[in-house]
Nanobody, 127 residues
Framework: QAQLAESGGGSEQAGGSLRLSCAASGRTFSVYAMGWFRQAPGKEREFVAAVTWSGGYTLYEDSVKGRFTISRDNAKNTVSLQMNSLKPEDTAVYYC????????????????????WGQGTQVTVSS
């Protein structure tokens, strides 16, 4: 199994930046891709971004394109989410997830494809 631990959440004003990190440990050699999801109060958890572990292919949810950047460091077994130009609607608990199953890149937005999840980290953006 792989274990995931997020860090870097916090509070920021609109227009500011935050960087989230996710450290993977355990059976990381079997990971095909990692992703970030978020859940705002009273809403369903939604896809944010994903990256494949080997090829580095990325996928973003439309509302974060151009503002968020996902990256991975294979040597350190970490994936990061750089969030710029934050908006109040970005307020949510952000979850890191990992999947072993290989799929076409567009399928990386599907939550059920991920076997491992972190505990989540809170991001709060004030206006």
């Amino acid at each position: 199994q792989a274990q995931l631990a997020e860090s870097g959440g916090g509070s920021e004003q609109a227009g500011g930046s935050l960087r989230l990190s996710c450290a993977a440990s355990g059976r990381t050699f079997s990971v095909y891709a990692m992703g970030w999801f978020r859940q705002a109060p009273g809403k369903e958890r939604e896809f944010v971004a994903a990256v494949t572990w080997s090829g580095g292919y990325t996928l973003y949810e439309d509302s974060v394109k151009g503002r968020f950047t996902i990256s991975r460091d294979n040597a350190k077994n970490t994936v990061s989410l750089q969030m710029n130009s934050l908006k109040p609607e970005d307020t949510a608990v952000y979850y890191c997830a990992a999947r072993r199953r290989i799929s076409p890149v567009p399928q990386l937005r599907v939550q059920t494809g991920y076997e491992y999840w972190g505990q989540g980290t809170q991001v709060t953006v004030s206006s």
